[in-house]
């Protein structure tokens, strides 16, 4: 049997060497084998800091957005595209997301070519459904982007899509819509050169996904200032603990249905653990 060679960290912080033993790594030292794993989660993680991530461009929502309203405008399908929340009140800050409605005139065709044509304006580093609306609306986190900077879309009929825009729609709270692209009824079958297909998410992603979310908004509202209340702060790090615990095993390079939730996840622990640490 070739002997096991195992880089142990000492106290000091210098390395190390064990040889010519049969002790298998965490035998031999187990918290230098979860330092050096750690090590590799921050390293996969250097293209941003965190204090980059946590203080974004305050113009990237806006940015997003003027981005994918020109990509979608691109399909004939597309009738109506409207911004609602902080864009359309105009109050976005930093840590503001992308809240859109798309009108689809020939809907499921469209729709799927819709999510196709985000995918191709914006490397899409994860997707997520939501909770109350069928693929493919959703939350879409881009390559490059901060976090907060998600888009949220919604795509809608084009009658569903005026019913919400008239405040008619059942299942819709009142919103200010903000309409930032409009076109002539098309006359004939839109065409679609490319198509996105429905995903299928297993248990572990769903459960990664139920955490990384309300992390994030967490993160918002503290740096927003509106953490106020006396257990602000230990809220938080509960949160990040959570997501923190269901990330056991799987690597900021993991990629799942949705796309690389290694990746976002283990950025938003780095982000909370470094705020607090503040």
């Avoid at 990040?240 to 056991?248: S, V």
Wanted: aromatic share 8%.
């Amino acid at each position: 049997m070739r002997p096991l060679r195992c880089v142990i960290v000492a106290r000091a912080g210098s390395p190390r060497w064990l040889a010519g033993t049969r002790w298998t790594c965490q035998q031999a030292c187990p918290r230098g084998l979860r330092a050096l794993r750690i090590g590799r989660y921050k390293r996969a993680m250097t293209h941003f800091r965190p204090e980059q991530l946590l203080r974004p461009a305050v113009d990237g929502p806006q940015r997003i957005a003027s981005e994918i309203v020109a990509a979608l405008a691109s399909l004939d399908g597309v009738r109506r595209i409207a911004l609602f929340g902080s864009l359309a009140e105009g109050r976005a800050d930093r840590w503001s997301d992308v809240d859109m409605i798309v009108a689809c005139q020939d809907s499921d065709v469209t729709q799927w070519a819709a999510a196709a044509e985000i995918r191709r304006a914006k490397g899409v580093l994860f997707y997520q459904t939501f909770s109350t609306a069928e693929q493919p609306s959703g939350r879409y986190w881009f390559e490059g982007e901060s976090p907060f900077h998600k888009l949220d879309v919604s795509l809608h009929p084009l009658a569903a899509y005026e019913a919400v825009r008239r405040g008619q729609a059942p299942d819709e709270y009142p919103m200010t819509l903000k309409e930032v692209y409009s076109a002539e009824p098309y006359d004939g079958t839109p065409s679609v050169a490319v198509a996105a297909a429905p995903l299928s998410f297993d248990a572990q992603e769903t459960r990664i996904k139920q955490c990384h979310v309300p992390l994030m908004n967490s993160l918002r509202s503290r740096l927003r200032g509106r953490d106020l209340y006396p257990n602000s702060s230990a809220e938080l790090e509960e949160k990040a603990r959570e997501l923190r615990g269901r990330l056991e095993g799987v690597s900021p390079d993991a990629v799942m249905a949705g796309g690389r939730i290694g990746q976002l996840a283990w950025r938003l622990v780095e982000m909370a653990e470094h705020l607090l640490a503040q």
